[in-house]
């Protein structure tokens, strides 16, 4: 069964004249394990796939079900729980609490999910490790640059045993090899058994994933296995 899947989705903005359809009848599956990528140009409905597969937002019509659970059946607080529990997100403009550690803020989704302190800050430890930013545990964000802040984030979005990561331009404020070095964690995330939806624009992390899905105007207009390797998805991509 699918960690992830859309059934239907669309989602409506306005009305009227000032109608627009961020997304029409999108319908995907992400299997435990699998790792896809999507892309399209800017206003194509990326990151509204995103924060609805995530239940940060909910569709105007259609289902999304994570680990089995359809999110629209779970009202604001069952989907909070959920999030707490199963999805790890990675937001693109980060999200960090200014005045939290960056060990506080990776420990927090932990805390609120009712795990003591003692073993949140063991997850927090290893999940800054992961992302090779252990050193950084006491710092508050102000005391980070931009790339050691999206680092944290995407520790964050890992502590814990998050079954669907959910990923917006996660390596967008990362210089060239440590972006692939966050590209290697979340590929051994998906090696291990969770599912990975990512939200890219280069070509090359994309390659990273089992296959990308193009989307334009809000629909999905092409599926590419990334095996095909990275030169394909080049000529590809809308």
Known sequence: MSLLALRGVCRDHGSGAGLVHAL??????????????VMGPSGSGKSTLLTLAGGLDTPSSGQVFVAGADLGALGAAGRSALRR??????????????????????????????????????????????????????????????????????????????????ADEPTGALDSNTG???????????????????????????????????????????TTPAASGPESLLREAP
Request: with cysteine; glycine share 8%.
């Open 180 to 222: 692939e070095d966050i590209m290697r964690v979340l590929r051994g995330r998906c090696d291990a058994g969770a599912s990975c939806l990512m939200v890219t624009h280069e070509s090359r992390h994309a390659a990273w994933a089992d296959r990308v899905v193009f989307l334009r105007d809000g629909r999905i207009v092409d």
């Open 85 to 166: 529990r199963s999805v790890g997100y990675i937001f693109q403009d980060l999200n960090l609490i200014p005045s939290l550690t960056a060990a506080e803020n990776v420990m927090l989704p932990r805390e609120l999910d009712g795990v003591r302190a003692r073993q949140a800050r063991r997850e927090a430890a290893h999940a800054l490790t992961e992302v090779g930013v252990q050193e950084l545990a006491d710092r508050y964000p102000d005391e980070m640059s931009g790339g050691q802040q999206q680092r944290v984030a995407i520790a964050r979005a890992l502590v814990g045993d998050r079954r669907v990561v959910l």
């Open 24 to 37: 029409r009848s999108v319908t995907l599956d992400v299997a435990p394990g699998e790792f896809v990528a």
